[in-house]
């Protein structure tokens, strides 16, 4: 059983590029959330993805937008990045929509300079 | 909306110790409680998932338990070794419709002296 793996792990970006960071879910897990954590802080919600659509957003502005495809693979995607966007962004996929256990991947650290 | 506090943001114990990271949250509505641990700069490793029905999971030395009339879970780590050094996060989540979120405290940064 594969687990959950992202891509790249390490980016850097100037301020008002745009990146695109991927997430593979575990094998049968059709649910993904992307969290944010900023240095010394806990993940923040970004939103979820249920079988392709959108199933809720946490406090986060719309150039933050995401895609799941129909093998259940992830992109979040960020516009107009800013430096408060640093941080390690994480993605966690659990099986169906449920509160059952999120298995979260390694991360990618994206640095805006 | 529900916030998580982590108490102490620091630990540091001698090997062998016994100790126990506190978790309290503040909507008792939440559904299930989940604790990671967290090794500097990586992802987020799973430890133990307590259900809304139940009160407390156990994995071999760790023990955790949930009181949602008190807005508490705690996490018990027995005979403490220097690999337990980590940062230790809970998370709870709650159901926006069918929106199964975490909402995260800040983490119990753990060091465990030889």
């Known amino acids: 059983e594969t687990g959950v793996t992202q891509s790249p792990t390490h980016l850097i970006k100037t301020r008002g590029q745009q990146v695109t960071l991927r997430c593979s879910s575990q094998?049968?897990?059709?649910?993904v959330s992307w969290y944010q954590q900023a240095l010394g802080q806990g993940p923040q919600f970004i939103f979820q993805?249920?079988?392709?659509?959108?199933?809720g957003r946490g406090n986060f502005p719309p150039r933050f937008s995401g895609l799941q495809f129909p093998n259940y693979s992830s992109e979040l995607n960020v516009n107009a990045l800013e430096l408060d966007d640093s941080a390690l962004y994480l993605c966690?996929?659990?099986?169906?929509?449920?509160?059952?256990?999120?298995?979260f991947g390694p991360g990618t650290r994206l640095t805006v300079l | 909306k529900q916030e998580v506090t982590q108490i102490p943001a620091a630990l540091s114990v001698p090997e062998g110790e016994n100790l126990v990271l506190n978790c309290s949250f503040t909507d008792s509505a939440i559904y299930n409680l989940q604790w990671f641990r967290q090794d500097p700069g990586k992802g987020l490793t799973s430890l133990l998932l307590i259900q809304s029905s139940q009160r407390e999971q156990t994995s071999g030395r760790l023990n955790a338990s949930l009181d949602k009339s008190s807005g508490r879970s705690t996490l018990y780590i027995a005979a403490s070794q220097p690999g337990d050094s980590a940062t230790y996060l809970c998370?709870?989540?709650?159901?926006?419709?069918?929106?199964?979120?975490?909402?995260f405290g800040k983490g119990t940064l753990l060091t465990v002296n030889p």
């Open positions: 094998s049968g897990h059709n649910t």
């Open positions: 998370a709870g989540y709650n159901s926006g419709g069918s929106n199964y979120k975490l909402t």
């Open positions: 993805y249920y079988r392709e659509e959108e199933n």
């Open positions: 966690a996929s659990s099986l169906e929509l449920s509160g059952d256990t999120q298995y």
